[in-house]
């Protein structure tokens, strides 16, 4: 059983098409993330959410928008791609305040803007 | 602002050698110190975690070493295989609103060679 699951695993689209990722998670976390991952390597959290709050990382633009169907679930919408939207997205879950701090990351989807 | 550094970004090292990754930190806030591994394709799984109140910790050929004066913490990897060939990621956990996301250092890539 997959514990973070992502899809697609590879995305790729023209410039100015919105597209969404979806993200689950079977651990039972109350806690999920969005990562992003450019081309170095380097990861940064762009988005938290639980079912208090959404924590959302300053420099991401408006056009990323997290939607959470349920607590298992965190999606990730993108209006009006642009070239360096071009990462990989990784997602996350943990559970805050429980006896481990782990978070758990998907496999991550693979974006593309041409 | 809150920031991980880390170094080196490469490292190579021979098979049996110690391999050390070295992160600094500035918010002296952070109470939760994790390593994550990230082999080609997949996401970050966490490797070994260390809180400030102990200086060092140990999980097989895995050691993490603290200095909480310095606020620098190194993972220390003994006896080097070419299956620990991958990014390392040093990262810190806040306090406050958003406090359970992580800031993560940039990554060092370790090559284990035969």
């Known amino acids: 059983d997959t514990a973070v699951s992502q899809t697609p695993k590879y995305l790729v689209t023209q410039m100015g098409n919105d597209k969404s990722i979806k993200c689950e998670q079977n651990?039972?976390?109350?806690?999920m993330y969005w990562y992003k991952q450019d081309s170095k390597k380097f990861l940064k959290i762009m988005f938290s959410?639980?079912?208090?709050?959404?924590?959302i990382n300053e420099t991401v633009p408006n056009r990323f928008s997290p939607k959470s169907p349920d607590k298992a679930h965190l999606n990730l919408h993108i209006n009006s791609l642009e070239l360096g939207d071009s990462a990989v997205y990784f997602c996350?879950?943990?559970?805050?305040?429980?006896?481990?701090?782990?978070?758990?990351f998907g496999p991550g989807t693979r974006l593309t803007v041409l | 602002q809150q920031q991980v550094k880390q170094s080196p970004q490469s490292l190579i090292v021979q098979k049996g050698g110690i391999s050390i990754i070295n992160c600094a930190y500035e918010?002296?806030?952070?109470?939760?110190f994790p390593w994550y591994q990230q082999f080609p394709g997949k996401g970050p799984a966490l490797l070994i975690a260390?809180?400030?109140?102990?200086s060092e910790k140990k999980e097989g050929r895995f050691t993490i070493s603290f200095n909480k004066s310095a606020k620098q913490f190194s993972l220390h990897i003994m006896d080097s295989q070419p299956g620990d060939s991958a990014t390392y990621f040093c990262?810190?956990?806040?306090?406050?609103?958003?406090?359970?996301?992580?800031?993560f250092g940039k990554g060092t890539k370790l090559s284990v060679i035969p």
């Open positions: 260390i809180r400030p109140d102990v």
């Open positions: 990262a810190a956990r806040g306090t406050g609103a958003g406090s359970y996301q992580l800031t």
């Open positions: 959410y639980n079912n208090k709050e959404l924590i």
């Open positions: 996350a879950s943990s559970q805050v305040g429980g006896s481990s701090d782990t978070q758990y």
């Open positions: 651990l039972g976390h109350d806690t």
């Open positions: 918010n002296t806030a952070f109470d939760y």
